[in-house]
């Protein structure tokens, strides 16, 4: 069965063996630039076989036959896609950019496991490095966190809305 991976939030975090994927989705918008492109890496074997009822831009044989201009595609989003690729580039790489990624993680996970207040929602061999969520275990004491982090210039660490408590999302661009 081929392995797909919708990479959205890790795409150029960390090394990954692109050659086991059968395909890697990801939206621009954590690591690569503006909202409004998507990346598809896919196995040259797996395109062509979409339905009949997929629309065409959904067809990825569609894109790969037309060089990814199917459409005009979005030229300004592209472009400062590339001024992030070579601010990677210039902060060392993948290999840099993973090593200060769980530096970052680890500083977070580290305090979590240490607080008598907040804990970690996630084992620790499932932990990302890119979104850490967290809890105190009373909806109130969060609220009154994610109120009091806002005004401290901690901003955005509300919990996705299926699961509550806190979510702070540490991309490649956040220090
Ligand atoms: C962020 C993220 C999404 C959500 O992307 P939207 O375009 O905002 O819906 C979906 N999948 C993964 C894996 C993500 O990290």
Known sequence: MPLVGDMSSDILSKHYDVSKFGLIYAGAQKNLGPA??????????????AMDFTPTMFNYKEH????????????????????????????????????????????????????????????????????????????????KFIKEATAAGFVQLKGHRSVGGMRASIYNAIS
């Open 36 to 49: 409004g492109v998507t990346v598809v890496i896919i196995r040259e074997d797996l395109a062509g076989n």
């Open 64 to 143: 790969i036959e037309n060089g990814s201009m199917y459409n005009t595609p979005p030229t300004f989003g592209i472009y400062l896609i590339g001024l992030v690729l070579n601010w990677l580039k210039e902060q060392g790489g993948v290999t840099a950019i993973e090593k200060i990624n769980i530096e970052k993680a680890n500083t977070l996970y580290n305090f979590l496991d240490e607080s008598s207040l907040f804990k970690s929602t996630v084992a620790g061999k499932d932990r990302s490095v890119m979104n850490i969520p967290f809890v105190t275990g009373n909806e109130e004491i969060d609220a």
